[in-house]
């Protein structure tokens, strides 16, 4: 490989080049706050529907919004066909490099160590996907849900007051998901 020209990052900031896989609309280079070269290489693909900070980058450069992930952290076909279905964290991974290599625009693969959020539970990596959800206030009907509780027949204290510290905890939050 030959380099024909050096550029700084900040100079290709706002840049836009054709997606390597599919024909989507042109993507833009962006920078962010959170991207350095003591965690990576300082170039970074974002992904405006997975994760706080690339969200925030895409909303800020109008990037389109789009999570091809499924519950079960699968690809599905926005993707596209070639993935469908291929876990991201496996085989997905490697079937996309594949494909770059296969189209000629995959200049240099190499595994990269980088600074992933994990599931304190499970020790397995977590996948941030943007979903639909929906906003309720419960001020109408807040102090008759509490005294609802009251009726509520249960068996042992224990069960009474994890109820009840639910109620407070979640169901009162001014915020329900709906995926």
């Known amino acids: ?21 599919n024909d989507r609309t042109p993507s833009i280079l ?25 969200y925030q980058t895409g909303l800020k450069n109008g990037l389109e919004l789009i999570s091809p992930v499924d519950d079960v952290g699968k690809f599905t076909i926005e993707a596209g066909e070639a993935f469908v279905g291929l ?9 996309i490099i594949d494909a770059l290599d296969k189209t000629g625009t995959l200049l240099k693969a190499e595994d990269y160590g980088h600074k992933y959020p994990y599931d304190w539970r499970t ?43 639910f109620c407070l905890q979640h169901l009162f939050h001014n915020r329900g998901r709906c995926e």
Not at 87 to 95: D, F, I, M, P
């Open 1 to 21: 490989m030959e380099v024909l020209k050096t550029f700084t990052g900040d100079a290709l900031i706002g840049t836009r080049y054709n997606h390597p896989l």
């Open 30 to 54: 962006a920078g962010g706050d959170y991207i350095t070269t003591e965690s990576g290489t300082g170039l970074v693909h974002t992904a405006p529907g997975h994760g706080q900070e690339d």
């Open 87 to 95: 876990s991201v964290l496996g085989e997905g991974n490697q079937a």
């Open 123 to 165: 020790k397995k990596p977590t996948i941030f996907r943007a979903t639909d959800q929906w906003f309720a206030s419960v001020e109408g009907f807040r102090d008759n849900a509490m005294k609802a509780v009251d009726t509520v027949c249960l068996l042992c204290l224990y069960s009474l007051t994890f109820f009840l510290i």
